[in-house]
Nanobody
Framework: QVQLVESGGGLVQAGGSLRLSCAASGRIFSFNAMGWYCQAPGKERKLVAAVGSGGSTYYADAVKGRFTISRDYVKNTLYLQMDFLKPEDTAMYYC??????????????WGQGTQVTVSS
């Protein structure tokens, strides 16, 4: 079993930055893919960024060039650096982990979410 605990959300003005953290514990290994999803009210949860085994990364088109995903394998922590934030980035952000090495398909583990609100 994997436990994921997010932190770092908050309220920020448009153009500002936030860094989300996800502390992972339990049966999580360096080869497991991890990522960040977001879900705005009334909308589907969607993959924002992910990192697979070997360090391959994925970014949704809407965040390319603004968000950076990284992983500290010693601290077992996943990060999402969010720069040049826009009001449309407002959502609940969830940390996710896969049992496999890549980020295709539905993650098997989820965190409880952290709210990001960007004011205009």
């Amino acid at each position: 079993q994997v436990q994921l605990v997010e932190s770092g959300g908050g309220l920020v003005q448009a153009g500002g930055s936030l860094r989300l953290s996800c502390a992972a514990s339990g049966r999580i290994f360096s080869f497991n893919a991890m990522g960040w999803y977001c879900q705005a009210p009334g909308k589907e949860r969607k993959l924002v960024a992910a990192v697979g085994s070997g360090g391959s990364t994925y970014y949704a088109d809407a965040v390319k060039g603004r968000f950076t995903i990284s992983r500290d394998y010693v601290k077992n922590t996943l990060y999402l650096q969010m720069d040049f934030l826009k009001p449309e980035d407002t959502a609940m952000y969830y940390c996710a982990a896969w049992t496999g090495m890549d980020y295709r398909g539905t993650p098997q583990s989820w965190g409880q979410g952290t709210q990001v609100t960007v004011s205009s």
